[in-house]
């Protein structure tokens, strides 16, 4: 904070001084000029002793270095960012999301800015012979095994999971209400179940953490009662627990302290003034085996309803670990999520962000051929959550074994989100990432809900649209050999010769194991990850 009130004093002093010397009556333009000086002066005094080697060498002027840097992610993104070289997005798809949560025209003129022969592009094959996609049976998935006796019939799309705390309550309650209007689900993420996820009516995912918020003790261990209360409400459909998550696989959940109000800590059971830092592993479980009959728990206990659980892939011994577990005890989760290491957050340490964890493509490739060879596949829906924006991105994923796809970010732009790049700092210009209530404020609920629904709606239409047009009539019949990944110039593999796929019942048919499989197989165990 003081050193924006240094970057606004300076900028302030020096455009006073231009001020004075074109706009002052002659009369005053002395005594004017006489302060501004004084203040530079003693600010300069200030800067020679500074802790920052640039002020104490080059004081006042140094403050415009600060300044720049402060204001660079605008700069850059207003101005020296083309329409694709943005990250996370660029530029092309957040306009896309904007025009498609106010319906407005998202066609794209004078062909396309991608370098299609470019290494890295991903497209798909048309056909001459167009399919007509059933709209209603194509657009939603049964999840629940047969343990489960309140099967939910999910949308393909749903919203991924943001916890209230790393978003604020009028982002939550707009998505909320998105999915309400839109008939699709709303993942809580671990910050628990609140009374924003619950006042607009949408359907409801409980993500539930390492750290039990929301159903937890004092002592942080989990509090089977209080999780009887929440999850037998009406609107949870599906409740998921979280193992890890892409953007910080392995570490737990992080809300700083910054953007912990009373009534955040009130909800998630811990205390005020410092970090919120969820354990890196839960408390109720440390084996595959533990870990499905926790499943089992939660959903006798919920009244039968779908539970699952996400995780970013990491050591494949310890997945195929989980898959034993599966063919050991017949327990078998209704959904596991895939979580790429592409995925967001609200804040992360940097390393755990950019060297942790698969890409969602060859997690969710290799975690269905998981599920092939111990033939599970038709019993666990698989669910696709990383960097998912376009229907092209819905199909890639469906193609390469997911039964649904999350997405969080897109939501986040429908209610407003410009990638302001501040959403661990409390500082959200838009409302969306922020507990403060000045800046909450610019979120209007009954505007923005609308939103959501409108992106989710034509995303869909834009999804089932591209299956009919390559000539396939149901998303349940995309393959990997229709995605193809372009190597050079007249060169391409499809996604079925870049990923290892294998034949039903593969691990427990064959006593020689796929050379790619073999060596991790062989070191997984149902007894320990």
Request: hydrophobic share 40%; glycine share 10%; aromatic share 10%.
């Amino acid at each position: 904070m003081a050193r924006k009130l240094f970057y606004l004093f300076t900028f302030t002093a020096l455009l006073a001084i231009v001020l004075i010397h074109f706009f002052c009556p002659p009369s005053l333009y002395l005594t004017s000029l006489s302060i501004t000086l004084a203040l530079l002066i003693l600010l300069g005094l200030y800067d020679i002793n500074s802790r920052f080697n640039v002020l104490r060498n080059y004081p006042i002027i140094g403050h415009l270095r600060y300044l720049f840097e402060f204001i660079r992610p605008e700069i850059q993104q207003y101005f020296v960012a083309t329409n694709l070289s943005g990250r996370p997005f660029n530029r092309e798809v957040r306009s896309l999301v904007y025009q498609r949560a106010e319906r407005v025209m998202d066609t794209h003129p004078f062909g396309t800015e991608h370098d299609i022969t470019e290494e890295g592009y991903e497209f798909t094959q048309h056909s001459l012979a167009v399919k007509k996609v059933p709209r209603e049976e194509a657009s939603r998935v049964l999840v629940g095994t047969e343990e489960c006796s309140q099967p939910y019939l999910a949308s393909r799309i749903n919203i991924s999971a943001m916890s209230f705390g790393a978003i604020g309550k009028n982002a939550v309650m707009a998505m909320n209400l998105g999915a309400k209007l839109g008939g699709f689900a709303q993942n809580t993420g671990e910050g628990g179940l609140t009374p924003y996820h619950l006042k607009e009516g949408g359907d409801i995912i409980w993500q539930i953490g390492s750290g039990y918020f929301g159903c937890r003790t004092l002592e942080g261990d989990f509090n089977l009662e209080k999780f009887v209360a929440k999850a037998n409400l009406n609107v949870v459909k599906m409740i998921e627990i979280k193992l890890s998550q892409g953007a910080k696989p392995s570490h737990g959940g992080v809300l700083p302290t910054e953007k912990i109000t009373e009534e955040i800590a009130a909800i998630r059971g811990i205390p005020m003034g410092k970090d919120c830092v969820s354990p890196a592993v839960h408390s109720e479980f440390s084996t595959p085996e533990g870990l499905l009959h926790f499943v089992r728990k939660l959903r006798e206990y919920s009244g039968g309803k779908p539970v699952g659980f996400k995780l970013c892939i990491g050591l494949h011994k310890e997945f195929m670990g989980i898959c034993k577990a599966m063919l050991k005890t017949g327990i078998l989760p209704d959904f596991i999520t895939i979580d790429g290491a592409e995925g967001g957050t609200g804040a992360a340490p940097l390393e755990y962000s950019n060297r942790f964890g698969r890409p969602i493509n060859e997690g969710l490739a290799f975690a269905h051929n998981c599920l092939v060879g111990c033939n599970l596949v038709d019993k666990v829906r698989l669910i696709a959550s990383g960097k998912i924006v376009t229907g092209f991105d819905v199909i890639l994923k469906l193609a390469l074994g997911a039964n649904l796809v999350n997405m969080a970010r897109p939501m986040m732009f429908a209610v407003g989100c410009i990638q302001a790049i501040r959403c661990h700092k409390n500082t959200c210009p838009t409302g969306v990432a922020t507990q403060d209530p000045s800046r909450n404020k610019a979120l209007v609920v009954k505007h923005k809900g609308p939103h959501v629904r409108n992106f989710h709606a034509v995303t869909m239409e834009s999804f089932l649209s591209m299956v009919g047009a390559m000539g396939v009539d149901h998303p349940e019949k995309l393959k990997p050999e229709m995605i193809l990944y372009r190597l050079t110039e007249g060169d391409s593999l499809n996604f079925a010769e870049i990923f290892h796929y294998i034949e039903p019942g593969h691990f427990i048919n064959n006593s020689e194991i796929h050379p790619f499989f073999a060596a991790s197989w062989a070191a997984s165990s149902a007894e320990q990850f």
